[in-house]
């Protein structure tokens, strides 16, 4: 299993990136599929995640109204769009997949995913 993170770079305040999350050896539909991030010397946090079959979606608060994850089975890729970029969301952000299972809050714990991509920059700077 495999998860290829891309889609990083660098940008404005205001401006917009989206993250995608390719998936190997795993069909992620059948997965919960979380986005974490980790600043400069923060612990990882995380970010959203989209539920197995329903993709049923849920953001920590601070990126609600502003991210949307979502996922295209076709690709076996999942997407955060990212809008409205602030230099706080300055992270490097990491996918992950957990097997269903557990409740909502389980999956906005690191703990709880199985498998993790390898992480991407995204910097938001003047």
């Known amino acids: 299993v495999q998860l290829q993170a891309s889609g990083g770079g660098s940008v404005q305040p205001g401006g917009s990136l989206r993250l995608s999350c390719a998936a190997s050896?795993?069909?992620?539909?059948?997965?919960?599929v979380g986005w974490f991030r980790q600043a400069p010397g923060k612990e990882r946090e995380w970010v959203s995640y989209?539920?197995?079959?329903?993709?049923?979606?849920y953001y920590t608060d601070s990126v609600k109204g502003r991210f949307t994850t979502s996922r295209n089975n076709a690709k076996n890729t999942v997407y955060l769009q990212m809008n409205s970029l602030k230099p706080e969301d300055t992270a490097v952000y990491y996918c992950?997949?957990?097997?269903?299972?557990?409740?909502?809050?389980?999956?906005?714990?690191?703990?709880?995913?199985?498998?993790w991509g390898q992480g991407t920059q995204v910097t938001v700077s003047s």
């Open positions: 989209i539920s197995s079959r329903d993709g049923i979606t």
């Open positions: 050896g795993v069909t992620l539909n059948h997965l919960y």
């Open positions: 992950a997949a957990a097997y269903p299972g557990g409740d909502m809050n389980h999956y906005k714990s690191e703990a709880f995913y199985n498998y």
